[in-house]
T-cell receptor
Framework: ELKVEQNPLFLSMQEGKNYTIYCNYSTTSDRLYWYRQDPGKSLESLFVLLSNGAVKQEGRLMASLDTKARLSTLHITAAVHDLSATYFCAVNNAGNMLTFGGGTRLMVKP | DAEITQSPRHKITETGRQVTLACHQTWNHNNMFWYRQDLGHGLRLIHYSYGVHDTNKGEVSDGYSVSRSNTEDLPLTLESAASSQTSVYFC???????????FGNGTRLTVT
């Protein structure tokens, strides 16, 4: 059974600081996704990582995938308040099913 | 623009009642999914479908059913609502392959 764990579960950080969210998963998978969810809203796709060593960047967010270590990271550079949200990683299971991590709630303080 | 629409946005029902949550997508995607979101559990897969007349059980399917009579719709039915089914329900769709999920805006269901 595929298990996906994120840490930390909650992250409070100052604007301008850097930090990394980690996503570990338990079985081999070839696809990993990152999503963002604002409070009371739906989930929005951020990144799709399809191969070992894949790196994607959008603004202040950069995601990477190490399939051998079964680890993905979401790095935040010089955080701003607008990045406050909950971030989920999701790993492809059999077929097109995704198993989600528990989420990391990020709060960026001025 | 293509979209995925869930209705109702909020629903309060009593224990034991049958409830159906609607999901309609105009992406023309074959794959559709229902997830529930609870604090401390992230999103958990309830049922999914890879095309018309195809339905499959997910991780937490007990007490739920779906049917797929056309490409656009995947309604989720709670046969006999229980308080443990109080949750936020998200419908999602995707193209085949590596594409990410497109999510609806969610339905907040309260079972009293």
């Amino acid at each position: 059974e595929l298990k996906v764990e994120q840490n930390p579960l909650f992250l409070s950080m100052q604007e301008g600081k850097n930090y990394t969210i980690y996503c570990n998963y338990s079985t081999t998978s070839d696809r990993l996704y990152w999503y963002r969810q604002d409070p009371g809203k739906s989930l929005e796709s951020l990144f799709v990582l399809l191969s070992n060593g894949a790196v994607k960047q959008e603004g202040r967010l950069m995601a990477s995938l190490d399939t051998k270590a079964r680890l993905s990271t979401l790095h935040i550079t010089a955080a701003v308040h607008d990045l406050s949200a909950t971030y989920f990683c999701a790993v492809n299971n059999a077929g097109n099913m995704l198993t989600f991590g528990g989420g990391t709630r990020l709060m960026v303080k001025p | 623009d293509a979209e995925i629409t869930q209705s109702p946005r909020h629903k309060i029902t009593e224990t034991g009642r049958q409830v159906t949550l609607a999901c309609h997508q105009t992406w023309n995607h074959n794959n559709m999914f229902w997830y529930r979101q609870d604090l401390g559990h992230g999103l958990r897969l309830i049922h999914y479908s890879y095309g018309v007349h195809d339905t499959n059980k997910g991780e937490v399917s007990d007490g739920y059913s779906v049917s797929r009579s056309n490409t656009e719709d995947l309604p989720l039915t709670l046969e006999s609502a229980a308080s443990s089914q109080t949750s936020v329900y998200f419908c999602a769709s995707s193209e085949t392959g590596n594409s990410p999920l497109h999510f609806g805006n969610g339905t907040r269901l309260t079972v009293t």
